[in-house]
């Protein structure tokens, strides 16, 4: 957990978009079943939860949501409201890696799976962009 927590505080504009547009693409049918499994084997790791919630605090914020901000009504509409879907859609994906982590032992693999799949993608795609950039 704490590795998932250094990495969610961690994160950059571009994983956070990785991670957004992961998260966008789950099916939520199968998804929710996932969740709901998660939800009921949490409540005993709650202080756990909470604990994770605080550490990571407003790592899901984007750095450009945060300078759209600071331009008020000057701030482009269009990219004002993309990057909030952004900030919603990590927020969303880093509590299901969190979900997965905190309740592998007590949920199913394809439930677990299920909900740490973006947050893979996410991680993937870094990888792949570090490496493209060391090799140029």
Same mark, same amino acid.
């Given at each position: @957990?704490? !590795? ?11 994983d956070r /978009?990785e991670l *957004?547009?992961?998260?966008? %693409?789950?099916?939520?049918t /199968? ?5 709901? *499994?998660?939800n009921? @084997? ?6 756990l939860? *909470?604990?994770? =919630?605080?550490?990571?605090?407003a790592a /899901?914020?984007?750095e #450009? ?8 009504? $000057? $701030?482009?509409r269009?990219?004002l409201?993309e =990057?909030q879907?952004?900030? #919603? ?7 299901? $890696? ?5 309740? $592998?032992? !007590?949920? &199913?693999p &394809? !439930?677990r799976?299920?909900?740490?799949? &973006? =947050?893979k ?6 990888n792949? #962009?570090?490496? !493209?950039? %060391?090799?140029s």
């Open positions: @957990m704490d !590795s998932l927590i250094q990495q969610a505080r961690a994160l950059t504009d571009e /978009f *957004a547009r992961a998260r966008k %693409a789950v099916d939520e /199968f998804h929710a079943g996932a969740v709901r *499994a998660a009921e @084997m949490v409540i005993p790791r709650a202080d939860y *909470a604990q994770a =919630w605080i550490r990571i605090g /899901f914020l984007p #450009r949501l945060e300078e759209l901000a600071q331009l008020g009504s $000057a $701030a482009d269009e990219d409201a =990057w879907q952004v900030a #919603r859609l990590v927020r969303i994906g880093i509590d299901d $890696a969190l979900l997965a982590l905190l309740t $592998a032992d !007590s949920i &199913p &394809p !439930s799976r299920q909900l740490y799949e &973006p =947050w993608a996410m991680l993937a795609a870094a792949q #962009r570090h490496s !493209s950039e %060391a090799a």
